[in-house]
């Protein structure tokens, strides 16, 4: 018999659109520190700007971040690396 | 049966064109939904390519057009690979989007949530979405098993494909610069795990039987930590199969491959001589054998059109009596070659049997 994907597992990935980009920020109290550029990617510890940002995450009760990077974001959901490292 | 044909008389000539339709429309919504997707990324596209110059539609239909059409692309190719490797990538993606989220909420939560730019931006959307569903979806309960260049290699093998059967957008071009060949160039193991991956998946073993034997050793491991033998075993596991996708003609090679986790034989038929002068009784002996000396599953390979013909008449030899025919393969080898691939599980009565007598 052929095997079907059972269509009602799914697998969620959630995701921000760029034009929501700055409220959703706002709402996690980022926007401002960000656009002072006082946030850095927890991965390759570059500088996180509007244009750079790649993705949000959390680890032991802090909020993290990614930069655009499809390395930094792989990790990010891996969670191989923390802020603490 | 009466009372029904009663009602269906009654209710038929009732029934109008309109409603046939939407009960048609509805039963192939239900069969189909992964066609119903794809025909959905591809309506709104074209509204999309045809709004062009009429910026209020595309800013409202652009949030659609970004999820459906990363989503239709990553469900086709893994609808693709779990047919030929069951069960790798079990659930299919789905985006949900975020607007806000209140702090305490989403440090409880403790998922990652990723940005996707507008339309205009869809290979790198494709690529980031495709990399994360992965890192997620693939192979969910054996992944962590397998050691991390060798899990990369196979998430970057399957995001290549997943990239290259969809070219509405430039997403395998962005892939390939940005992520795949810096990788390759930083990490010496990672460009030779690759070299290996794609060995096997030019002679159809990386999908159905690669992965299929990981995903196995994994769901019989459920609960066990991940030990360095264990990944190690996988890794001499894909070594054994790439020593028999490379071989040359008359080279012999290890076919069976008995350790701890995996315990599996190869049977190649791939002496046209050796057929012509024996027959298959060679090769259905071997099988016999294989059972015999503790393979839990057997895979009959040949490579052309003549070969695999062969392959069937022993099929019908050892089907029921040392084997169970699992799964059979087409596979397409390169050109007008193609390959046959019969996966095998031995037969525990047939074992029972031979330890009786």
Known sequence: MKRRRDWSKKQKIRAVHDD??????????????LKRGELRCTICGVQVTLDNFGAVGSHNGTIILACDRTSCLAELESGDRCLDD | MTELLEILRVILPSVTAGGLIAVFLLIYFVMFPQKVERWGALLLRLIYGLSSGYEFIRVRIDRRVVASNIQAQINTVCDRINKEAPEVLPNRIMIEWV??????AFIKGGEV??????????????VEGTLLYLRKGFLPRSKQYLDDTLRKG?????????????RSTDAYGYFFDKELTPARQDDPRLERDMQTIQHLDSKGYFSRVFLVE????GERLLGTMPTDEISAELRQFAHFLQTIATKSRDEDVPLTFLRVRIKVGVVLVAKREKIQYLGIEPYV?????????????IYISAWGKELSAWVMDIKRQVRGRSVNVLREYKVPIGGATTGILLVCQANNTYLARQRES
């Open chain 1, 20 to 33: 929501d980009l700055e409220g959703f920020l706002d709402s996690l109290d980022l926007l401002q520190n």
């Open chain 2, 99 to 104: 607007k806000t989220e209140t702090k305490e």
């Open chain 2, 113 to 126: 949530i990723v940005r996707l730019k507008a339309y205009r931006n869809q290979e790198r959307n494709v």
């Open chain 2, 154 to 166: 196979c998430e970057f093998t399957v995001a290549s494909q997943i990239f290259v059967a969809d």
């Open chain 2, 214 to 217: 990981v995903r196995q050793t």
């Open chain 2, 285 to 297: 002996q071997k099988v016999h054998w294989l059972v015999r000396r503790g393979c839990e599953r």
